[in-house]
């Protein structure tokens, strides 16, 4: 069986500081990037209807009182994830 060996280095108080701080800039950057690419994913009108949890007739209804954008080609609507989140907020009874 072998035994592991540990090493350690000393480095200064201030530098191990600096890096913690670096750490969390970059965890904070990720974080930022990954929410800002899941906000401006495109959802097909269907999964969008879902997750407001609405009725087909209803989300027709919000399409023509163009009550949240969307982007048509054809006959295939998107609605950004966003735009849905905004929509939310927007109906919050308080």
Known sequence: METASISI????EIRLQQLEADIKLIRS???????ESFMAEWLESEQAR???GVCRKTWQN????KALPFSQFGRKIYVRRSDLDAFMQGNIIK
Do not use: S
């Not at 280095?9 to 200064?12: E, L, Y």
């Not at 950057?29 to 929410?35: E, G, L, Q, Y």
């Not at 919000?62 to 009182?65: A, D, F």
């Open 9 to 12: 280095t000393a480095i200064p």
């Open 29 to 35: 950057a990720i974080f930022d990037n990954k929410k």
């Open 50 to 52: 879902k997750e407001l």
């Open 62 to 65: 919000y399409r023509n009182k």
